[in-house]
């Protein structure tokens, strides 16, 4: 009983006797903080300086939807250009709200607020749902009222401001309706700088595509084109030894669930590149002679076809046009298709964590890219200035800045050239013309053999056969490929494993595309997606992919024999 008591008189003993000390626990957590404060610290400790907006002389604020290597070469180098010029420092504000379908709609909401303030309490006329939503409306019909048209007018002539001065990305058709709401205004740089606007420096066409807006309204200030982005690992693990060069090479059955793709009602940038395959097509025709119309009508059926196999190929249709080239450059796709920059981007990202690549043989990188000769045309990303801006002359001095020499050899000289960007290579083509013509540049240039505006039977952009039939393109893309996927891949097995000439009959009913003629999609299937009751797009795309199903059944049956 005693010996019992006595361990228990001990066990506060011990237990005090190896306690930690509180002193030693304080220090132990002052410590950990001051370990945890510096790892946190240290990325903003080694980046490198830059003038704040609060410190800076001037400021400019630009919303873009580009990303952050292009935001960070063009602070830089603005603020260069900037002091050069005037001797003071400037800060670009950066908005960064999503891509330009969220621009739009944040302009729309900050520019109707800023336009009731000024319709309401400096003109005090009354509010209304007519004027919120005619004034920002640039195709108003005679019959508006009074109201409504004097709104417009108002919204027009006043400095009405979204706190904003620069839109700088996007393409035509978003600065297109920009201009056409009445949110742009002339920059002045054409009255500026005449000389840049010529068909040797900035042709307003090219190829069919407009790269300046004749009020000045916006300016193109870069290329964009579409192309292939391949995995070279992939190619070989598939016996694939031709690198794809065209638009047909998407469609060899060895890249059966290899390619990937987005999906056209879904990605702008996809759409355009199937629209470009029909283009080629119908150019094609038009060459081989016969009449426009007829040309128009078979080169939409050939596209199509080209589209389908390449879609009856496709691994998926996904939501995002960003993910087919980072799945390339990671081996998951064999190809995807994609806009010119994505897949130089992924070149560059592979070659910034590889190091130098190895050059045993030409084109020995892991990842590659091609435009296909003819068949894309070279769209701009515009730049333009805001209604109201608030930095007005600081934002017009930034538009001239990107389509001085300097600015525009951000776009493709390679980091740590003169004049070129200090850390990111953007691999995006210059839109001044004269830029290409400057061959002691090939040395510092990311892509030295890139000349857009020199190719053998370049591909001309014909508004009126596709453009403004490009929402239904997209369309009736969507219901061929996507809704009925399993089953077109499931027929295009089959027709490659059957013998002639089950092969070529089976091919026939595949590509049966009578239900989305020319013709058709032009009128009935158009007046049915601008139907007001939005069910009817619905029902219609249910009744095309019934029959896309049942062609794709008959087709796998003809491949293997059965009636």
């Known amino acids: 009983m005693s010996s019992c008591c006595a361990n228990e008189r001990s066990k506060p003993h011990a237990i005090l006797r190896y306690a930690p000390d509180d002193a030693v626990l304080r220090l132990k957590r002052a410590l950990l903080f001051l370990l945890l404060t510096a790892i946190v610290a240290l990325p903003f400790a080694l980046r490198p300086g830059r003038v704040s907006a609060k410190r ?19 602070a830089r180098g603005f603020a260069e250009w900037y002091r050069a010029k005037t001797g003071r420092t400037v800060a670009i504000d950066w908005r960064v709200v999503g ?7 944040f302009l729309e909401g900050e520019y109707t607020t800023g336009f009731e303030n000024h319709w309401t309490r400096e003109l005090h006329q009354p509010w209304s749902t007519e004027v919120q939503a005619g004034f920002q409306n640039g ?37 297109e309706r920009q201009a056409q709401a009445g949110r742009l205004i002339d920059s002045g740089l054409r009255t500026r700088r005449p000389e840049w606007f010529t068909a040797d420096t900035i042709p307003q066409n ?12 916006w300016i193109g200030t870069v290329l964009s084109s579409y192309g292939v982005l391949f995995n070279r690992d992939s190619l070989r693990r598939l016996g694939i030894e031709r690198e794809p060069r065209r638009w047909e090479d998407l469609a060899d059955p060895r890249l059966i669930g290899e390619v990937g793709l987005a999906d056209p009602t879904k990605s702008g940038s996809v759409a355009k590149a199937f629209e470009n395959m029909i283009q080629q097509q119908m150019q094609r025709r038009f060459k081989a002679g016969g009449e426009e119309a007829r040309a128009v009508r078979l080169g939409w059926e050939d596209g199509l076809r080209l589209i389908q196999l ?66 894309s045309v070279a769209s701009v990303d515009p730049i333009a200035l805001l209604r109201g801006a608030p930095h007005r002359a600081v934002a ?51 892509d030295p053999e890139d000349s857009p505006f020199e190719q053998e039977d370049p591909l001309v952009y014909r508004e009126a056969w596709t453009g403004r039939y490009f929402r239904e393109m997209a369309f009736v893309v969507r219901v061929m490929c996507l809704d009925a996927h399993a ?23 595949l590509q049966d595309l009578s239900a989305i003629a020319y013709d058709r999609t032009t009128t009935d299937i158009r007046a049915r997606l601008g139907a007001k009751d939005k069910v009817d797009e619905i029902r219609l795309a249910r009744e095309l992919g019934d029959i896309f199903r049942a062609n794709y059944a008959r087709a796998e049956r003809i491949a293997e024999g059965l009636k």
């Not at 800076?56 to 063009?74: L, M």
């Not at 891509?99 to 709609?105: L, N, P, Q, V, Y």
């Not at 799945?327 to 130098?356: H, K, M, T, W």
């Open 56 to 74: 800076a002389d001037d400021t400019v604020v630009i919303i873009t939807p580009h990303n952050e290597a292009i935001r960070f070469e063009y």
């Open 99 to 105: 891509g330009t379908s969220e621009i739009a709609r």
């Open 139 to 175: 195709r108003l019909p005679p019959d508006a009222p009074a109201s409504v048209r004097a709104a417009r007018a108002a919204f027009l002539a006043s400095n009405v401001s979204c706190g904003i001065d620069v839109f700088f990305g996007g393409g035509t058709y978003d600065l």
């Open 206 to 217: 090219f190829g069919g595509e407009t790269y300046w807006d004749p009020e000045g309204l």
């Open 310 to 375: 390449i879609g009856a190929n496709a691994r998926y249709f996904t939501d995002s046009s960003q993910k087919p080239p980072i799945d390339v450059a990671a081996g998951n796709c064999a190809v995807g298709l994609c806009i010119d920059f994505y897949g130089r981007q992924q070149q560059e990202a592979l070659r910034r964590r590889s190091g130098p690549p190895v050059r045993e043989r030409e084109g020995a990188e892991r990842v590659g890219y091609h435009s296909p000769p003819g068949g």
């Open 396 to 446: 017009s001095d930034f538009i001239e800045y990107t389509l001085s020499m300097e600015g525009q050899k951000r776009w493709n000289f390679k980091p740590g050239t003169p004049g070129g960007p200090e850390r990111f290579a953007l691999r995006r083509m210059p839109v001044r013309r004269d830029f290409y013509a400057h061959a002691e540049w090939k040395p510092l240039r990311s």
């Open 487 to 509: 089953e077109l891949v499931a027929a295009w097995r089959a027709i490659n494993a059957a013998p002639e000439p089950a092969r070529s009959r089976a091919l026939v009913a």
